[in-house]
T-cell receptor, first 112, second 114 residues
Framework: DTAVSQTPKYLVTQMGNDKSIKCEQNLGHDTMYWYKQDSKKFLKIMFSYNNKELIINETVPNRFSPKSPDKAHLNLHINSLELGDSAVYFC???????????FGPGTRLTVL | DQQVKQNSPSLSVQEGRISILNCDYTNSMFDYFLWYKKYPAEGPTFLISISSIKDKNEDGRFTVFLNKSAKHLSLHIVPSQPGDSAVYFCAAARYGGSQGNLIFGKGTKLSVKP
């Protein structure tokens, strides 16, 4: 059983397009996150979402928006994709904020 | 401005020997530290954590040491096995701070040779 799953695993798209990445966790966790791993391999938090409270990293452009239809899902929507958005995006979840987070397998986004 | 630094991008160790991975941090407000392991094309997996009230935490072959005065932590793997070959990320956070805001280092690639 996959604890944290993401779809798609690979996403190739053109500049200017709008795309979504889905994330689901079956661990019953209360907090979910989105991370970006850029070309320099840094893993940086983009959002955390807990009990309908969204914490946004201030460096994230507003073209990125997380949407949570329920506690088990946190999807990432990206509008007007740019070349610099190319990266691997990881979803994660934890029972409480900060405590050990379980990561999904990642989605490699390539913007052409 | 890197708050968590892993200055060794790679480390090569012989099977059966000890692997020591190092991590330094700059923010004295960090009070919770974690190590993650990552294989290619997979997400990071949690290995071990330590809070600032301790200086050592052990789990099987893995031990994390924390030196608060030096703002330094290290992960020891004894004995090292070929399956330990992966990228290891150090992460730090303020427990109770911005929800779940883990700050990651850049990672150290460990290669364990048979």
């Amino acid at each position: 059983d996959t604890a944290v799953s993401q779809t798609p695993k690979y996403l190739v798209t053109q500049m200017g397009n709008d795309k979504s990445i889905k994330c689901e966790q079956n661990l019953g966790h209360d907090t979910m996150y989105w991370y970006k791993q850029d070309s320099k391999k840094f893993l940086k938090i983009m959002f955390s979402y807990n009990n309908k409270e969204l914490i946004i990293n201030e460096t994230v452009p507003n073209r990125f928006s997380p949407k949570s239809p329920d506690k088990a899902h946190l999807n990432l929507h990206i509008n007007s994709l740019e070349l610099g958005d190319s990266a691997v995006y990881f979803c994660a979840s934890s029972q409480e904020p900060v405590l050990k987070q379980f990561f999904g397998p990642g989605t490699r986004l390539t913007v052409l | 401005d890197q708050q968590v630094k892993q200055n060794s991008p790679s480390l090569s160790v012989q099977e059966g020997r000890i692997s020591i991975l190092n991590c330094d941090y700059t923010n004295s407000m960090f009070d919770y530290f974690l190590w993650y392991k990552k294989y290619p094309a997979e997400g990071p997996t949690f290995l071990i954590s330590i809070s600032s009230i301790k200086d050592k935490n052990e789990d099987g072959r893995f031990t994390v040491f924390l030196n608060k005065s030096a703002k330094h932590l290290s992960l020891h793997i004894v004995p090292s096995q070929p399956g330990d070959s992966a990228v290891y990320f150090c992460a730090a956070a303020r427990y109770g701070g911005s929800q779940g805001n883990l700050i990651f280092g850049k990672g150290t690639k460990l290669s364990v040779k048979p």
